[in-house]
């Protein structure tokens, strides 16, 4: 079993940014595929970004793209995400996601681990 506990959610300015930090237990983190997601109120869950095993390669969705940027650290079983240029339409639960396959992929159903959510608001 893996638990996934999020961190760095708030309040924050349009313009301004924020990092998510999402740790993880076990000792398999490495062989997992990370993912971030979302989901605003009435809306449903969409991918924000992945990450390959390695950390080499990174995929981003076109509405986040040149703003957010994932990244893990695999000796400290965490992933990150960093947001800058938040916007009001980026207001959300964040969720960390973990896959237990080698290969990426953007729907949230291909993945098998989830952590709590952290809320991110941006006021405009």
Not at 65 to 78: H, L
């Amino acid at each position: 079993q893996v638990h996934l506990v999020e961190s760095g959610g708030g309040l924050v300015q349009a313009g301004g940014s924020l990092r998510l930090s999402c740790a993880t237990s076990g000792r398999t983190f490495s062989s997992y595929i990370m993912g971030w997601f979302r989901q605003a109120p009435g809306k449903e869950r969409e991918f924000v970004a992945a990450i390959n095993l390695s950390g080499g390669s990174t995929y981003y969705p076109d509405s986040v793209k040149g703003r957010f940027t994932i990244s893990r650290d695999n000796a400290k079983n965490t992933v990150y995400l960093q947001m800058s240029s938040l916007k009001p339409e980026d207001t959300a639960v964040y969720y960390c996601a973990g896959r237990n396959r080698p290969n990426v992929r953007y729907d949230w159903q291909e993945y098998n681990y989830w952590g709590q959510g952290t809320q991110v608001t941006v006021s405009s």
